[in-house]
Structures are given as structure tokens and as C-alpha cells.
Nanobody
Framework: EVQLVESGGGLVQTEGSLRLSCAAS????????ISWFRQAPGKEREWVSCISSDGWTGYADSVADRFTISRDNAKNTAYLQMNSLKAEDTAVYSC?????????????????????WGRGTQVTVSS
């Protein structure tokens, strides 16, 4: 059974930090890029960051200087380190797996190309 399971969300104050994890099972992890998306109440899901199977990374402008994505292929896990959190970062964060066929960052934002999705973890930033 294919699974992506997020963890590490919670309630944090402004300027605080959280580290999200995305644990994968049931598929060949290193054949996929992993992205993080987020969805705030009343808003569309937006792409946050992606890491390719060989470690190339990309970020949305809103998080580029505050978030860091990484992965450990030996553990089949991806991470999102979030620092200097703001109230506008409040959302449900989900990870998703994109086949390595889509090797260019032009594809990273296209949700329809992703094969697998996790259910998400809530991040709430209080001011």
C-alpha cells in the first residue's frame, strides 16, 4: 500500500520554528521528487517547495529565505524545516510525490502530475 504520512505540525508562535516530516512507503522513494503544498482556510492549495530525487531544490518566493527542504532516501523521508514562521504560514501542509520523469522545475507546481499525496498536517502560527 502506498502511503505518504506527514508529521510535525502544531501550534507555534510568530517567529518560531517547526520541522515537518513526510514518511513514504509502498513505492520506490528515490524515483520521485517530493513537494510540499499548503492550503489555508478559504484558499487554494499552493506549492511551497520541492526536492528532486537527486537533491535539487526549489521554493515559493514567500518562503525561500525561511524554509529548507531536504530528504533522506535511506529513510524514505522528506523534511521541511520552517523558520521565522508568520501568521500567513498557517495552513494544512501536505507532501506529494512527483515521478522523476518530470525532471524540470516547470512541473513542480502542477498538482495534476503528482502520483501520491499525504493527508496533511496542520500548522498554526499565532501572533
Amino acid at each position: 500500500e502506498v502511503q505518504l504520512v506527514e508529521s510535525g505540525g502544531g501550534l507555534v508562535q510568530t517567529e518560531g520554528s517547526l520541522r515537518l516530516s513526510c514518511a513514504a512507503s509502498g513505492f520506490r522513494f528515490d524515483d520521485y521528487a517530493i513537494s510540499w503544498f499548503r492550503q489555508a482556510p478559504g484558499k487554494e492549495r499552493e506549492w511551497v517547495s520541492c526536492i528532486s530525487s537527486d537533491g535539487w531544490t526549489g521554493y515559493a518566493d514567500s518562503v525561500a529565505d525561511r524554509f529548507t527542504i531536504s530528504r533522506d532516501n535511506a529513510k524514505n523521508t522528506a523534511y521541511l524545516q520552517m523558520n521565522s514562521l508568520k501568521a500567513e504560514d498557517t495552513a494544512v501542509y501536505s507532501c506529494a510525490a512527483l515521478p522523476r520523469t518530470y525532471f524540470s522545475d516547470l512541473f513542480w507546481r502542477q498538482r495534476s502530475l503528482y502520483d501520491y499525496w499525504g493527508r496533511g498536517t496542520q500548522v498554526t502560527v499565532s501572533s
